[in-house]
DNA sequence: GGTGCTAAGTTGGAAAAACCAACTCAGACT
DNA sequence: AGTCTGAGTTGGTTTTTCCAACTTAGCACC
C-alpha cells in the first residue's frame, strides 16, 4: 500500500521507493516496460500471487505509473490493460541502471540476455551521468549536494 | 536473506534485485553513498530495527557491495566500520536515477532536497543515457534488445 | 576493581506482508 | 444451458518486519 511515511520524505529517493520500494514492483515495470499490459502476462511471467499483483498495479495507477483502462480485443469481452505513463517510461532509466549494474556485479555464466542499444545507429548505450551540454560524466565527478530546501 | 531464487535469473534486473531488492537496502546505500559507515548511524538515521539491520548489512558484504572493517578511534574502543566497494559505489547511478525520478513525479512541496551536480564546474548534471561517444541519447532512442543469451 | 557509558549487536513475541490454493464473476462461444 | 478464460477475491499458512528488552565488550572515571 505504498508505505505512506516514505512519501511524506524530504528525501526523493525515499519518496520513490515509498511508489515503487515493495517486492513486486520493479519486475512488473520491467515486464511493463517490454511490452506486457496485462494482468494475466504479469502473473505468468513473474510467477507473483495474484492478490499482490493486484495491490501492486492498484499503487502504480494511483500514483501515475500506470493506467488501467478497459480494452476489447474484437471476438473478446471487455478487459483492463495497464500502460505505463510517461512516468512510468522514465523509469526505463532506473531499470536500466539496475541492469547495467547486475550484468557488471552479479553476473550470469551465460552473460547478459538483454542489452542497450540506440535505435537507428544500433550501437551500445548505457546509463551514465550527464552535465548540462549532454557529455558524460563521470561517476566519482557528480557530488550530491543540499539545496535550501535540506532540512535542519 | 537475498532472495536466492532471483540471484539464479537469467534476468540482470533480477539478479540485482535479488541483492538489493529488500527493504530497506536502497535507503542504507543512500546513507553510506552520503558518508554513513557505522551501524549506529544508520539505525538513527532510517529508524530501522536492529536486527534488520544486521541482516541487510550481511547480505551487502556478502555479495560484495560493502566490506566491513574493524577500526579504532583514537579513545575508542575497536569498532567495525561498513565502507561501499567499487561495486557499492557504481549504485551511485541507481540512486542517483531514483533521486531524479522521485523530484519529478512525486515532489514534495519544498522542492529537491539534494541536487546532483558537476564537481569541479558545479554545473547541474543528471542520469541519462549515453552512446559509445559520450554523447546523451534520449530514453525513447535506447531499445532493450535480447541478445544470443536470451532463453527461449 | 567496580560502576557507568556506548556501540553493536541478539533475542523473543506481536503485527504485517507475502504466499498458495480454491473460489467467484462476467462475457463470449458452442 | 454449459464451458472457457481473464481478472480478480477470499481464507488460511508461512515469512518478514517491527518493537522492546537484553547482552557483550572495551573504555573512562572514581
Redesign the pocket.
Known amino acids: 500500500?505504498a508505505?505512506p511515511k516514505m512519501l511524506d520524505s524530504t528525501c526523493s529517493i525515499a519518496r520513490s521507493l515509498g511508489v515503487l520500494g515493495?517486492?513486486?514492483t520493479f519486475l512488473i515495470l520491467r515486464d511493463a516496460l517490454s511490452g506486457s499490459t496485462?494482468?494475466?502476462?504479469f502473473?505468468d511471467s513473474l510467477?507473483?500471487?495474484?492478490?499482490?499483483?493486484?495491490?501492486r498495479?492498484a499503487t502504480l495507477v494511483e500514483y501515475g505509473v500506470m493506467t488501467?483502462e478497459p480494452y476489447?480485443e474484437?471476438?473478446?469481452?471487455?478487459?483492463?490493460?495497464?500502460h505505463l505513463t510517461d512516468a512510468g517510461r522514465e523509469l526505463k532509466l532506473v531499470i536500466g541502471a539496475l541492469q547495467q549494474w547486475g550484468d557488471r556485479h552479479v553476473p550470469h555464466e551465460n552473460g547478459p540476455t538483454i542489452e542497450r542499444r540506440v535505435r537507428d545507429s544500433d550501437r551500445p548505450a548505457h546509463v551514465g551521468f550527464v552535465d548540462e551540454s549532454g557529455r558524460e560524466v563521470g561517476t566519482e565527478d557528480v557530488a550530491f549536494l543540499r539545496t535550501a530546501a535540506y532540512p535542519a
Not at 495474484?50 to 495491490?55: S, Y
Not at 474484437?74 to 495497464?82: L, Q
Open positions: 500500500m508505505t515493495e517486492r513486486w496485462r494482468f494475466a502476462q502473473k510467477g507473483i500471487a495474484p492478490d499482490v499483483l493486484t495491490a498495479l488501467r476489447q474484437p471476438g473478446s469481452r471487455p478487459r483492463d490493460a495497464y
